[in-house]
C-alpha cells in the first residue's frame, strides 16, 4: 500500500493585476533535519523559470507537484543543511543550481552557479551572502507581496513565533551571523519587507508557513543582548 504524503501547502497566491507568483510550502524534510523548502511559481517567468528553494522530499507527490506548476528553472540553496539529493533535482528538472561559493564544494558532482556576494536571478528576485550560521549560509528576496525573504537557517522563529538568530553548538560564526542580521534593518524598510519565510522551526508559527511584519519583528530583536546568548543544542 503506498504511503501518503502531504501536498505542499499554499503561502501566497499571486494577484491578477500584477502577476505576483503564486508560493508554496513543502513539508518538512527529514533528509534536512527538518527543513522547509518552498517553490515559487512565478506567472512571467518564461527565461528564468520557476524557483526552489532548498530541498524538499524527492518523493512521488512533490515531484508530481513541481510537474504540475511547470517544473524548476533554478534551484536555490540557502545552506549546507538545505541540500538533500541535489543532483537528483538537477536531473529530474534539468534545473541550474545556485549557491553561494563557500558552499559549493559539497557537491562535488553538481553542476553549480555559484556567487559571492550577490547574485540577481530577475527583476523580481536576488539572493545575497549572509554568513555565520554556516560559512555560506545565503538569503533569497523576492519582491513581490510586500516583500518576501527566504532565510534558510539564517533567521528562524522561537517558540512565540519571532524571527532571530539562534546560535547552535555548530554555528560557524556567531558575531558575523549577527551582524548580517541587523544589515537588514540597512538593506530593506517596512514597505520592502514584509514576509520572512524561515528554512526551518516553521511548527513554531502554528499552521502558518511566513512570519507576518517582519521588518518590524527586527527592529524588536534585542541584538545586544543576542551577542552574549549561549549556544542550544
Known amino acids: 500500500m503506498p504511503v501518503l504524503t502531504k501536498a505542499p501547502q499554499l503561502v501566497f497566491t499571486h494577484s491578477t493585476d500584477d502577476q505576483q507568483g503564486d508560493i508554496f510550502a513543502f513539508p518538512p524534510n527529514r533528509e534536512t533535519l527538518g527543513g522547509t523548502a518552498y517553490l515559487i511559481v512565478e506567472q512571467n517567468a518564461v527565461e528564468t523559470g520557476n524557483i526552489l528553494i532548498d530541498c524538499p522530499a524527492l518523493n512521488e507527490t512533490n515531484r508530481e507537484f513541481i510537474a504540475q506548476q511547470g517544473g524548476i528553472g533554478s534551484l536555490f540553496i540557502t545552506h549546507r543543511g538545505g541540500m538533500a ?7 529530474a528538472f534539468d534545473c541550474q543550481v545556485i549557491i553561494q561559493e563557500q558552499e559549493a ?3 562535488p558532482t553538481v553542476t553549480t552557479q555559484t556567487f559571492y556576494r550577490d547574485c540577481t536571478l530577475s527583476d523580481t528576485s536576488r539572493a545575497f551572502w549572509t554568513p555565520g550560521h554556516s560559512p555560506g549560509s545565503a538569503c533569497f528576496y523576492y519582491r513581490h507581496h510586500g516583500g518576501v525573504l527566504f532565510t534558510g537557517r539564517h533567521l528562524i522563529p522561537t517558540q512565540s513565533g519571532v524571527p532571530q538568530p539562534l546560535r547552535l553548538a555548530k554555528t ?3 558575531p558575523r551571523q549577527l551582524k548580517f542580521g541587523q544589515q537588514m534593518l540597512t538593506d530593506f524598510t ?5 514576509y520572512i519565510c524561515p528554512g526551518a522551526n516553521t511548527g513554531f508559527l502554528r499552521g502558518e508557513k511566513k512570519i507576518n511584519n517582519a521588518y518590524a519583528q527586527l527592529q524588536s530583536i534585542d541584538w545586544e543582548a543576542l551577542k552574549s546568548a549561549q549556544p542550544v543544542l
Not at 85 to 91: A, D, G, I, P, S
Not at 190 to 194: K, V
Open 85 to 91: 539529493q541535489v543532483l537528483e533535482f538537477q536531473k
Open 105 to 107: 564544494y559539497l557537491l
Open 172 to 174: 560557524f560564526h556567531w
Open 190 to 194: 517596512p514597505e520592502t519587507l514584509s
